[in-house]
Nanobody, 127 residues
Framework: QVQLVESGGGLVQAGGSLRLSCAAS????????LGWFRQAPGKEREFVAF????????YYADSVKGRFTISRDNAKNTVYLQIDTLKPEDTALYYC????????????????????WGQGTQVTVSS
């Protein structure tokens, strides 16, 4: 059974940092590309960051470039999202998602690109 479990969210002051984790189980982690998305209250879920199955290729939404860093550890079946210089507008429920693919050069940024989703971890940034 494919499972993704996010953790690491919390309440933090603006300017602070958080490291989100997403642990996977039930499948061969290295066969999957991964993404992070977020959904703020009253808004649609939006793309944040992408990482290829190998970890070589990453891609970010313009709104988070330079502040967010996605990485993965295939030996630990875990993907991470390092969030620095947090802003109140980063407040959202953060989700990780997975898509089975090893297609070279592929970048996945749409919700419908992904097959599996976690339940999310809440990030709240106070001003």
């Amino acid at each position: 059974q494919v499972q993704l479990v996010e953790s690491g969210g919390g309440l933090v002051q603006a300017g602070g940092s958080l490291r989100l984790s997403c642990a996977a189980s039930g499948w061969t982690f290295s066969n999957y590309a991964l993404g992070w998305f977020r959904q703020a209250p009253g808004k649609e879920r939006e793309f944040v960051a992408f990482i290829s199955w190998s970890g070589v290729r990453t891609y970010y939404a313009d709104s988070v470039k330079g502040r967010f860093t996605i990485s993965r550890d295939n030996a630990k079946n875990t993907v991470y999202l390092q969030i620095d210089t947090l802003k109140p507008e980063d407040t959202a429920l953060y989700y990780c998602a997975a898509k089975r693919t090893r297609v070279p050069g592929l970048i996945l940024i749409k919700n419908e690109d992904y097959d599996y989703w976690g339940q999310g971890t809440q990030v709240t940034v106070s001003s």
